[in-house]
């Protein structure tokens, strides 16, 4: 059965999930949204949102488009898009992203590397329609 959290984000395409109390090492790829609660040692790759939950306890390398630190981090962040880091959170190591975003009560340690969105990921574009324009 998929925990409440997993539930609540149906807009969200989920390729997966790790639960607590799974220990892993080495090298994780994910495709989409992927969560982790579980210890994890090594490098993640992930082509979407890469979601650290709380009992989450990583160390290693993560390149990404979207971070998000729940728990616990030690090691190097590369995001094309942003990281955030949530209250509860604890994070030592080097981030290299545009936009960082750190709540009140998280803890960081280490350095950051704002990047201009050329260094961090190719230029896209996306169709903008305006409602007046378009009425």
């Known amino acids: 059965m998929a925990p409440?959290?997993?539930k609540k984000s149906q807009s969200t395409d989920w390729t997966g999930f790790i639960e607590h109390g799974v220990r892993l090492e080495g090298k994780l790829?994910?495709?989409?949204t992927f969560r982790?609660?579980?210890q994890f040692k090594g490098e993640i790759v992930s082509g979407d949102t890469f979601v650290l939950g709380e009992q989450s306890v990583i160390s290693g390398q993560i390149s990404g488009n979207q971070?998000?630190?729940s728990g616990r981090f030690d090691g190097t962040?590369?995001?094309k898009g942003r990281v955030e880091i949530k209250a509860k959170a604890i994070v030592t190591g080097?981030?290299?992203?545009?936009?960082l975003i750190m709540e009140p009560g998280a803890v960081f340690d280490g350095r950051v590397?704002?990047?201009s969105a050329t260094q961090a990921a190719k230029p896209i574009t996306i169709p903008v329609r305006s409602m007046a324009a378009g009425a």
């Open 4 to 6: 409440a959290w997993f």
């Open 29 to 32: 790829e994910a495709p989409g």
């Open 36 to 38: 982790v609660d579980c």
């Open 67 to 69: 971070i998000i630190i």
């Open 77 to 79: 962040i590369q995001a």
């Open 94 to 99: 080097e981030i290299h992203t545009p936009c």
């Open 113 to 115: 590397h704002m990047l």
